[in-house]
């Protein structure tokens, strides 16, 4: 388990947390429409992180040729149709590149600020030219009004138990999810990142902002900054 990252409940539970069978019972939200409006039709996409492949299995439905990357076999072994492979992103080294790099899940956001630019040095690395990366940030509200909680059509409540600082720039967040039939936590560390904040770091791996996708911010598309990366 990675310093600062918990998780309990049944089934397998991976390096930061998260849960293999709760992840599996999630459905489809917004992110494959989103990244399919930002990319060229049939673009050779790189997932980081992908999961159990709620992301992958619909792209790769829009005809998107798809490499799934988690550093969690159980989670990989849920994926279908994708080629996968098994490693930590930031030690990710394919000697390929790719029209897109996907960086969802708000794993912009780790804790450690080496992993996070460990992250974003493995994205610019990987991206072809002209290609871009589309990364997921956490939301304005992300650590206030907190607790709170949401019942979700799928059947079960999310809880945000409690977000507290830990002293160097990032926070300690607890997330409750209960079924009726099962209950999981999730115990991570998350950095928050101002939009201003968010270009200093893409600036750092070589990248630069070219768009945000959605009102929110939450989506934003960037691309190899001008000059030697």
């Avoid at 494959?32 to 050779?44: E, F, K, L, T």
């Avoid at 493995?122 to 992300?142: D, F, K, M, N, Y």
Wanted: glycine letters at 12%; a negative charge; proline letters at 7%.
């Amino acid at each position: 388990m990675r310093a600062g990252y918990q998780g309990t409940g049944p089934g397998a539970i991976t390096p930061d947390g998260c849960a293999v069978e709760f992840w599996s019972r999630l459905p489809v939200g917004a992110e494959p429409g989103i990244v399919a409006g930002a990319v060229p039709p049939g673009a050779r996409i790189l997932e980081l992180g992908c999961g159990v492949g709620r992301v992958t299995h619909p792209l790769l439905e829009r005809g998107f040729a798809v490499t799934a990357v988690d550093e969690s076999q159980e989670m990989l072994d849920r994926v279908r149709g994708a080629r996968t492979v098994c490693s930590p992103i930031e030690r990710l080294g394919l000697g390929e590149t790719f029209d897109a790099v996907l960086l969802a899940s708000f794993l912009v956001h780790a804790g450690s600020v080496e992993v996070r630019r460990g992250l974003l040095r493995t994205c610019a690395r990987h991206l072809a030219p002209g290609g871009c990366v589309l990364i997921q940030r956490e939301g304005a509200t992300a650590h206030t009004d907190v607790p709170r909680e949401q019942v979700h059509p799928a059947g079960f409540t999310s809880r945000l138990v409690s977000s507290e600082p830990v002293g160097d720039g990032s926070r300690s967040v607890l997330v409750r999810y209960e079924f009726p039939d099962a209950v999981w936590t999730q115990t991570f560390l998350s950095r928050p990142l101002t939009d201003e904040q968010f270009e200093e770091v893409l600036a750092e791996a070589g990248l630069e902002l070219d768009a945000y996708l959605t009102p929110d911010r939450t989506w934003a598309r960037a691309v190899a900054a001008p000059g030697p990366r």
